[in-house]
């Protein structure tokens, strides 16, 4: 048929499919401009990509988000192998020795270590650390690359030089970059981190910076380090990690999500399209099932990922919801019409817009539409962000722009008291402000710019905002 | 030149080469036959692929041990792939409240089960358990397949009947197999374990079992469990398994090892085939490094993993040590007569022969010998095993097979009390001994066999002996 429309079946309906509704929880009940957290809590679930549990913090991936985080480790470690980086594994446990001849970094880890005093019914001689991050770093020129648990990486280089040193950190951003932009079509700016909101020890940071519009806050994408001589005493150590499967998908989420649920880029998506069988009551049922199979194979074959929902117990307007609310970017959809005119309903989840093609035309249309929907998405969400980007220049027109949500743009004398300044100055019940990032892509600063917060002559154009 | 002979250069050699020798502590000090524990403990430091590290049963795995086991998960991720397993993540922590539900696998796991009670300085309202394994089980008929920490895989599958459990149980156990013979070299017996060997609670569980000839002990090499209906009430669950990289790896060490170090199998070597230019003093040394690379491009080019040590503070003599040590399963000596002769010197790890080939031919060669290898390592090392196995009829047979080191396959009545008395029968400082397992291939047990240790009716051929 292909007229069936997205969701109509799940959401209208007699007795019989609102019961299949409830008992499902299809559909979403909050929106994404209302309540953005309880929005982003319903999709994450309901979208099958995580299962909350019964440890603050902590909750259970499933295949859905794993299969994500899998397409995006899968170019990550092959860039990596490209860097010449090698793979180290670090044991998880770590002695309260070890973790005292890093003072630094114990300094700014000290309040999250977990600590294991017992095994089984004993108390242990001394307790174990549960390894907050590496500690342990080679004294030589070789490269270290570790990986603790499965979503984690983290990257430890010694060299030589400084300039080496530098070069990797811009590297490995850049491969942040890319995932960030290339895979998950979010948006985002490559920066150098204040004093303040450096990695504590270190001698620089950089890092990727997304916006959140619909609450008008950064979120630090990734970082890559550069440690100086402080963990190590011989060598410049170079770039690390933390973030993983969690944060990215987390941000890429808020991002495209909307009040259908997610809406995955093709280029992360498990299943890119999914082909839904429409048979009418005398429809010819077999014929249809044929054809469907035929779509995924032929798509299968040409490398796309997709995918064939026969379950007969499901209207295929429950599956639309279904699938809509999981973010696959396209929909097939074959009914008797479609059979008897050799073509297939395709439906995006970006713009919900409906094309007819011949089925002799399936791959190169759905190879089109994927490109355009990988492509749509970031322009999409680059123009939302950069429409909240405000230029400022005065404390008035800060506080103005933080009131507004802005991504705000300011000149600044870069001095590390003055960040101090305007955190307690900007206290309250939505966080202070603080530094996102110095952007490397700086505007030009006329001659006799000065600081919006202490009036002194500015440096440099710095993000300023709420973050997560 | 293609004269040198292995390891020449660091264990003979005048003043000059004994003092690099001392300095990197090239040359094992253990020999295989002497002292297995402390010869092993050398091989895995020496040849790069762990590191001991402050907390007993901890170390770093290094990249060399890496690299082995990335190539053993590509094989086995790609083989659960086709088997529909899909990924899950489990967080690491878990509640005392968890474990209690799962009262059978507390009482396996309570011993070992490590508790955090602290973060940073303050108590934890209630102590946290560091996942032992995974408790947590869907139920429903969706497939599971979980992976914590990089180097661990575990897999539970959920089925509606007895008979597809059993069925998957097997085709895990198959990819364990496979992993084992295809890829370390390492000839595994399948089999069911007994009553007290299987997984706490669990219905039954199979295994593959190794043998390690020169302390007469079997390893148990990878366990496939069907649980039955204890951990989830409403299904069958299936498999599990939590050995990773170390045991795998650390059974191949044990196998093919000699006393010059690794001996790696060409399919999980990283470096198949290492290059070495010898240069005499008056030699084109451009040209012999030509060469030398040349070689390697052809070989990467035609998908070997070959590598080059072009090193100029190491003697020639020093690398064939040095790659002997790290196993590479290959070496090419190229120095100024085998330039002349438009040919290369290639030397086998595992014999020692040595073979001058035309360099048209490298690729062919290479291919060959490192296909003889491969499949040389499993029959040697199966012939070893083979040897090993003495078949018994009675208790002074059992003890005499027993004390010779013997991997012994005995009529057993298939009792419980009856292990338990062998058991208690064999304490010692070495161990008593158990059943490893029962092989699926089965001899003939003739018609009114008995079982050596209680002399009732045999019901099985089982092998037993001392273990890890």
Same mark, same amino acid.
């Given at each position: ?13 007699? #007795?019989?499919?609102? @019961? +299949?509704?409830?008992? $499902? &929880?299809? /559909? ?79 300094? #700014?880890?000290?309040? @999250? +270590?977990?600590?294991? $005093? &017992?095994? /089984? ?79 504590? #020890? ?267």
């Amino acid at each position: 048929m292909s007229s069936g429309g997205k969701g109509g079946g799940a959401k209208g309906g007699g #007795g019989k499919k609102k @019961e +299949v509704k409830k008992e $499902t &929880k299809l /559909g979403m009940a909050y929106k994404k401009d209302d309540n953005f957290g309880e929005w982003y809590s319903e999709v994450v679930v309901n979208s099958e990509m995580i299962e909350y549990y019964d440890i603050s913090g902590c909750y259970i991936l499933r295949p859905w988000a794993m299969e994500i985080w899998e397409l995006l480790k899968e170019f990550f470690d092959a860039e990596i192998k490209k860097l010449k980086l090698k793979p180290y594994y670090f044991p998880l446990f770590v002695t309260e020795n070890v973790l005292q001849k890093e003072k630094d970094h114990i300094e #700014g880890f000290a309040p @999250e +270590v977990a600590w294991v $005093t &017992k095994s /089984g019914k004993s108390d242990l001689e001394a307790p174990i650390a549960i390894r907050p991050t590496t500690l342990w770093v080679k004294h030589s020129a070789t490269i270290l690359f570790r990986s603790r648990e499965f979503l984690w990486q983290e990257g430890h280089t010694a060299f030589a030089t400084k300039e080496e040193a530098d070069e990797e950190v811009l590297q490995i951003l850049e491969l942040y970059r890319r995932i960030y932009e290339e895979f998950l079509a979010v948006p985002v700016s490559k920066g150098r981190k204040s004093e303040m909101e450096k990695f504590a #020890g270190g001698l620089y940071t950089t890092s990727v910076e997304a916006f959140i519009p619909n609450t008008g806050r950064g979120i630090q994408g990734a970082t890559s380090h550069c440690l100086g001589q402080n963990f190590a005493k011989m060598f410049d150590i170079t770039y690390e990690n933390e973030k993983g499967a969690r944060e990215m998908i987390g941000v890429m989420v808020m991002t495209h999500g909307d009040d259908k649920g997610l809406v995955l880029p093709p280029r992360v998506a498990p299943i890119q399209v999914i082909v839904i069988p429409v048979p009418y009551k005398d429809a010819d049922t077999t014929a249809i099932k044929g054809a469907c199979e035929s779509a995924v194979y032929t798509l299968n074959e040409s490398g796309f990922r997709a995918d064939l929902d026969t379950r007969e117990n499901y209207s295929p307007g429950w599956k639309y919801s279904h699938w809509e609310m999981k973010g696959v970017p396209l929909r097939i959809e074959i009914g008797p019409k479609d059979l008897a005119n050799k073509q297939v309903r395709i439906v995006r989840r970006d713009n919900g817009a409906k094309v007819d093609i011949p089925v002799a035309n399936l791959v190169e249309e759905v190879k089109a539409l994927l490109d355009e929907i990988q492509g749509n998405l970031l322009k999409t969400a680059k123009e939302k962000r950069d429409a909240c980007i405000e230029v400022i220049h005065t404390w008035d027109e800060f506080t103005a722009a933080l009131n507004n949500k802005r991504l705000i743009l300011a000149p600044w004398c870069d001095e590390e008291e003055v960040e101090k300044d305007v955190k307690n100055r900007t206290k309250g019940d939505l966080g202070a402000a603080k530094t996102l990032c110095t952007p490397f892509d700086q505007p030009e600063l006329p001659e006799g710019s000065v600081c919006f917060a202490s009036g002194k002559p500015a440096k440099k154009w710095s993000f300023w905002g709420r973050s997560y």
